[in-house]
């Protein structure tokens, strides 16, 4: 089948890239012409895991190319995915600019066949009837297209994993045709497929993201709650995770969920809730509860640590988790600008093993990038861990005493093993557990 998936980026390209692998000719547009030029030679210009290899070998196949403009989309594939970028304005509704100039440009067509339009984006409910309307009113007559809603659950870092190995694939359309034709493209795939109409997948990816930051704050705040009653968080997620109804995931405490798609998406779903009359109290407090982190984590710094307006601290760690290069949204930026609003003298070095080059664009001025680990906890006075790196892990207790002033982690994402550390003489201090005696 021959498919054009505009947007290249992880969303997009992952998708375009898959279905290349899966046999089909996809053609990838997207209008930063950087990105495409580096795609055209191969190279994958953010970091995603073995999305380069598959991008290669399948652009030497022949059925990947890549090109800047999509208005040939309809014109010249069977079924067009939309997986452009839809962020948020600062009232928290999703910008819809970048997928209404792609749908304005498609041209007609001259043979009679239907065409499906998918949308993959994480969108308001609705969009994709308004997707259609618009096309079906500016198309002449013998354009036939449907539009399609297929939102997408695969995470950053783990996309390509995720492609192959999808926990679903809902399928939201308004005709069992297209829904037929769909389910035939997705068949090869493992996961559950399930079809539903255009509102309900496009609210499924809301309420999904919405339902992952709300089991995020859950766990925080009964991790502060174990803070201040002297229990230990980690073994009462243990014991939550081993009860099928709850399940073991998300329910790591720490600096709270960052990236562009939870905070994004729970944003959209509250404004789009009072708009409808349905207002999302819980995903609201979950919102809420997540931006109060970074002043916990500060108030327990305070804590340990005297003065830390004439101290220097480390961050380990920048990206919104591991395996990325994404700062966007990240716990490390809400982290230092309350550092910084609390403790304006404060010396901030900072080090991430893959975030570093797309940090130094985001980061304020006075936040010295390092280039290891070392170098960001030379003479640090304490350091805290915002991103859960394995490199980290392998950071030896002699290694903290050495190469600090003074070896106190304040440990954000409970990634140390806190209790060997202490035994060596390093305060760790984790997420919802007590400090060592
Ligand atoms: C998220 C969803 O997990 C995907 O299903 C969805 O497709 C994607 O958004 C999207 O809408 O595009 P992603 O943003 O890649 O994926 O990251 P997650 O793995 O969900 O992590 C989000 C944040 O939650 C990270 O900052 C992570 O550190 C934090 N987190 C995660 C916790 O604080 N605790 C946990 O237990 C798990």
């Given amino acids: ?127 994709a009837e308004r997707a259609e309307a618009r096309l079906r009113a500016r198309l002449p007559e013998n354009c036939e297209v449907d539009v399609a809603s297929i939102p997408e659950f695969m995470r950053e870092g783990s996309a390509v994993r995720d492609f192959f190995e999808p926990t679903r694939i809902v399928i939201g359309t308004a005709s069992p045709e297209t829904a037929e034709r769909l389910t035939l493209l997705h068949q090869r795939l493992p996961g559950p497929i399930m079809s539903t109409d255009r509102r309900s997948a496009e609210l499924a990816k809301l309420a999904a993201n919405a339902c992952l930051a709300v089991k995020i704050s859950f766990a925080n705040e009964i991790a502060a709650l174990a803070e201040q009653t002297g229990a230990d968080y980690p073994s009462v997620a243990h014991s939550l995770g081993l009860d099928p109804r709850i399940g073991p ?24 809730a009072d708009e409808a009359g349905a207002p999302q109290t819980v995903v609201e407090a979950a919102v809420r509860a997540n931006a109060m982190l970074p002043l916990r984590m500060v108030r327990k710094l305070e804590a340990a640590l005297t003065d830390p307006s004439r101290r220097k601290v480390a961050l380990l760690g ?39 080059a797309a940090a130094r664009k985001l980061v304020p001025s006075g936040v010295e990038i390092c280039e290891s680990a070392e170098e960001a906890l030379k003479g640090a006075d304490a350091a805290i861990v915002v991103t859960e ?42 997420v919802g557990r007590l400090p060592a005696a």
């Avoid at 395996?323 to 809400?334: F, I, K, M, Q």
């Avoid at 950071?395 to 035994?423: E, Q, S, T, V």
Wanted: charged residues 20%; glycine residues 10%.
């Fill in 389 to 430: 790196w394995r490199e980290f892990r392998q950071i030896k207790a002699h290694d903290f005493k050495n190469w600090m002033n003074r070896p106190i982690i304040m440990d954000g994402r409970n990634a140390l093993d806190a209790a060997a550390l202490n035994a060596q003489g390093v305060v760790c201090i984790g």
């Fill in 249 to 272: 995931h998300f329910l790591a405490a720490g600096l709270g969920f960052g990236g562009s798609c939870l905070s994004k998406d729970t944003r959209a779903l509250v404004r789009i």
């Fill in 1 to 127: 089948m021959k498919i054009t998936v505009v947007g290249a980026g992880v969303v997009g390209l992952t998708t375009a890239a898959g279905f290349a692998d899966l046999g089909h000719f996809v053609h990838c547009a997207d209008i930063d012409t950087a990105k495409i030029a580096s795609l055209s030679r191969g190279i994958v210009p953010y970091h995603e895991a073995g999305l380069e290899s598959i991008v290669t070998r399948n652009v030497s196949a022949g059925r990947l190319s890549f090109g800047h403009d999509p208005s040939k989309a309809l014109a010249e594939s069977e079924m067009t995915f939309l997986a452009v970028g839809t962020p948020s304005e600062d009232s928290g509704e999703m910008a819809l600019g970048a997928l209404w100039s792609v749908v304005d440009r498609f041209e007609p067509w001259t043979d009679k066949g239907r065409r499906v339009v998918v949308i993959k984006s994480t969108v308001p409910i609705g969009t």
């Fill in 318 to 356: 920048l990206a919104f988790k591991p395996g990325t290069d994404d700062v966007r949204e990240a716990p490390s930026l809400r982290l230092i600008a309350e550092l910084k609003r609390r403790h304006p003298g404060i010396a901030i070095s900072a080090y991430d093993p893959g975030a570093n």
